[in-house]
């Protein structure tokens, strides 16, 4: 299984043969961040017009996007999140948490004109109101994974808050853009830490595209030397003399946490994906229909 540096084509991130053993065959299950992509589609497909005048480049740059994804046979199982509204539980959360303000309208307008493009090629859709689509895809994961049904299952997004669902080489992520497949090893080169500490390292040292600011004084460096140790924010000691891990400036560094050690519970928060979004919770549901797409698939 791959890890942070090794490049894959489209059709081939984890297991490339298809093949589980003699007469049996491989279950794979690709989940894409489809406001990602619809966002990329947006910003980089030709512009065009539907009969009515409206703007529907991004849908169809996505259309495009995902025929050719699926088109790959050893996919058998896959669904496509959206953030059906852009807003979500945690901004009731965190006041400086992302919304829609300044999204184009020629954007906007076309989440759900892609929502019924991707239902229309047959694949599932995973529309998140209350939630984001980063739920939806730790969500569909988790189901996937517990079921014990599916051998490889691949998140289809950059988005690093999307690696705390990464588990071995049997859950990965998988950026489409620069090829580049992270398994668990993949994820601790990147970041210092493993996937469980995710949440913690990102409350630490803030997302600014989620609009929280992390903690001051830490760094990707020093949040990385305590997690690596601790895991979780809440098991590094309130004492720097007690630190089991050699830090410079470590006395500013706990006394820093220590005052705003209830602002990196609520970062942490933020940072942590749901796992009981509301997915279909059946293997069915999942199921890529094959020839793919459908014959009757518009785009």
Known sequence: MPGEKEFFTESSPGSS???????????????????????????GAPSATDEAGAEVGAVRGLVRSL???????????GAVAFDTVIESFRNGLYEGYKT????????????????????????LVLPMVEFEADDGLASAASFLFESGAIDDIVIASPDKDLAQCVVGDRVVTWDRMRRLT???????????????????????VGD???????????????SADLLAV???IENIPTSASELKVKMRGADKLIAELN???????????????RKDAPVPRTLSAYEVPRPFPPTQASG
């Open 17 to 43: 043969s298809g093949v589980k053993g003699p007469g049996e065959r491989r279950t794979r299950a690709c989940l894409v961040d489809g406001t990602y992509e619809l966002f990329r589609a947006y910003f």
């Open 67 to 77: 025929r050719a994804l699926f088109q790959d046979a050893t996919w058998t199982h």
């Open 208 to 222: 600014t595209a989620d609009g929280y600011p992390g903690i001051p004084r830490f760094g990707k460096k020093s």
């Open 230 to 232: 601790y895991e979780h």
């Open 259 to 273: 005052e705003r050690r209830s602002d990196a519970a609520l970062f942490k928060q933020l940072a942590t994906l």
């Open 100 to 123: 829609g303000d300044g999204l184009p309208e020629e954007l906007t307008l076309q989440f759900p004109l892609a929502e019924k493009a991707v239902a229309e090629l047959g694949l």
């Open 182 to 204: 992270y398994n668990e090893e993949g994820v601790i080169q990147k970041f210092g830490v493993k996937p469980k500490s995710i949440p913690d390292f990102l409350a630490l």
